[in-house]
């Protein structure tokens, strides 16, 4: 099984770390890893399965270490569906992670904004998702060692844990927003009746990634969370043109926001497992 020799390349590498935390770190935010103390970087190409990107901003290694108090497993740059190669590596990464240890998975993404109330620069908690990929990581066989045929997506995006990303930025004094996140295909952005359209199913951001990396997470039973960085309205919602260029750079601008809330986060975790002990 690929996943397995993926966990087990990750844990030699690791050098004893057990991961709890898994975290995808989206276009532009790849800095955030650079403040996990202790940290082993790994290539993707040097664990079994991985995905290796191909988009500008997205670095492809795994950093190992901790931040905030927790061991997590930091994904630096993922990969999507446009770039045409299949969920199977992205199937890998995230049950490779189970299976080192990861109890949870913290999703990021940079990502347009369908409500002209959150601007560029804010942060949106993911409360639920569209998945307007047109295509499912699940398709096809079954694996039963990860779970059920039909796994459900009823509070996909853990209240809990959605909660406590709500009660951090808080106390931080963030500004964060909630709300749903449609997964688009791409490459092309959204043209304004898109942006129409997914306004009425009820969307609030817009985004090319982070929705199947949720349904294969729930599928192996870890929790999720998930935040994404507010780059740009969305076409016809704003002025000027959307392109990617801008999205690596208003991400980079608000990556410390983020990095903020994370360590605020999994400091929050931490201490919620030292009163269990």
Not at 6 to 22: E, Q, T, Y
Not at 196 to 210: C, E
């Amino acid at each position: 099984m690929t996943a397995a020799r993926a966990a087990a390349d990750i844990l030699h590498r690791a050098s004893g770390r057990r991961p709890r935390v898994g975290i995808v770190l989206g276009s532009g935010l790849g800095g955030i890893a650079d403040r996990i103390a202790g940290s082993v970087a790994i290539p993707y190409t040097e664990i079994a399965g991985f995905p290796v990107p191909s988009v500008a901003g997205h670095a492809g290694r795994l950093v190992v270490g901790t931040l905030g108090g927790v061991e997590v497993a930091c994904m630096q740059g993922r990969v999507h569906a446009y770039e045409g190669n299949g969920f199977d590596a992205l199937k890998t990464a995230i049950r490779a992670l189970k299976l080192a240890g990861c109890d949870t998975l913290v999703l990021t993404a940079a990502a347009g904004s369908l409500r002209t109330d959150v601007g560029p620069g804010r942060l949106m908690a993911i409360s639920d998702h569209l998945n307007l990929l047109g295509a499912n990581p699940l398709t096809g066989p079954n694996d039963e060692a990860f779970g059920d045929r039909f796994p459900s997506m009823t509070d996909a995006w853990d209240p809990q844990l959605r909660a406590l990303l709500r009660d951090v930025a808080g106390t931080l004094g963030l500004d964060l927003a909630e709300g749903v996140y449609a997964a688009y295909p791409g490459p092309s952005f959204e043209t304004p009746a898109e942006v129409r359209m997914m306004q009425r199913l009820g969307a609030d951001a817009v985004g090319m990634s982070t929705v199947p990396e949720c349904i294969v997470a729930r599928h192996c039973g870890l929790r999720v969370a998930g935040c994404a960085v507010i780059t740009n309205l969305g076409v016809g919602l704003g002025d000027g043109p959307v392109d990617h260029h801008q999205t690596l750079s208003a991400a980079s601008a608000a990556a410390s926001d983020l990095e903020r809330l994370l360590v605020g986060f999994l400091e929050r975790l931490h201490e919620k497992d030292g009163s269990r002990s």
